[in-house]
């Protein structure tokens, strides 16, 4: 096991890999799509569809992050995890509502701009239901920081307005550190707790890659948005750095819950 420095604190490596992960969301200097305003890039109508498919896909990601953790709290050990959890599942519960209310904003019904997700992100949730608190955590800290690290990638070639709305909604809530601590406590108590937890993650990692590829070959504007087609500079090899960041991101978080990837 690693052993966590004060630079590995969790705050710290949340921070860090949402740093990698990010790329030049906020600081590189935006070209194209990314240097307008909604009402400019908007005329453009497969921009706009694929900004619409991106806050349903992201509203629907927070709606069922709310439930998860709503759920997940059942299993919390302890009354202060549990209010913690509920804490957490409050904020998701917000996101939802900023995104839905964004939706509203530029003429868009929420529900009908999530449904086309609902099916894929119900399927990742049923194949990936954790057996235990532990295994909830993990799930949390990993397979959403995946999908974060994904929609922080494609915020950089975003309009300027749906790109700050994005990257808030991304904000860590509090369950990185959260999951963090617990976990470790866990492997330090019982180090065989390690091996399993770490073949867990490393399925989540296949199964939120996959998903998240499913999703965007089904729907033809995001798809053509990855590839270049409507956001500058980001081309099929980008495509591939850009996973390259994601993996990374991961390896460096399970090395802070003391996991191999």
């Given at each position: ?21 990010a ?67 409050s ?8 995104l ?20 894929a ?16 955590l993990v ?38 550190g ?10 330090d ?6 091996g ?15 998903q ?13 948005m ?36």
């Amino acid at each position: 096991m690693r052993f966590m420095t004060s630079s590995d604190k969790p705050d710290n490596v949340a921070a860090e890999t949402a740093e990698v992960a990010a790329g030049s969301a906020e600081s590189a200097e935006h070209t194209g799509v990314a240097a307008q305003d909604w009402a400019q890039a908007s005329a453009d109508p497969q921009y706009r569809a694929a900004v619409v498919d991106l806050l349903g896909a992201l509203a629907y990601g927070e709606l069922a992050a709310f439930e998860r953790l709503a759920e997940d709290a059942k299993l919390a050990p302890t009354l202060a995890d549990k209010a913690e959890l509920a804490k957490m599942a409050s904020a998701e519960f917000h996101h939802f509502e900023q995104l839905s209310n964004r939706l509203t904003e530029i003429g868009e019904e929420s529900t009908r701009a999530m449904e086309p997700f609902v099916a894929a992100l119900d399927g990742f949730h049923r194949q990936t239901a954790p057996s235990d608190w532990l295994e909830g955590l993990v799930k949390a800290y990993v397979g959403d920081s995946i999908a974060s690290d994904f929609y922080r990638e494609v915020a950089a070639r975003l309009d300027s307005d749906t790109r700050e709305l994005v990257l808030a909604v991304l904000d860590d809530t509090g369950h990185a550190g959260f999951a963090v601590e617990k976990v470790r406590a866990a492997i330090d108590a019982d180090p065989r707790v390690g091996g399993r937890l770490a073949l867990w993650a490393r399925r989540l990692m296949g199964e939120a890659l996959s998903q998240s590829q499913r999703v965007v070959a089904d729907r033809d504007a995001l798809s053509t948005m990855l590839v270049g087609g409507v956001a500058d500079g980001f081309d099929l090899a980008e495509v591939g750095r850009m996973f390259s960041r994601i993996t990374e991101a991961h390896t460096k978080r399970m090395a802070a819950l003391g996991l191999a990837a």
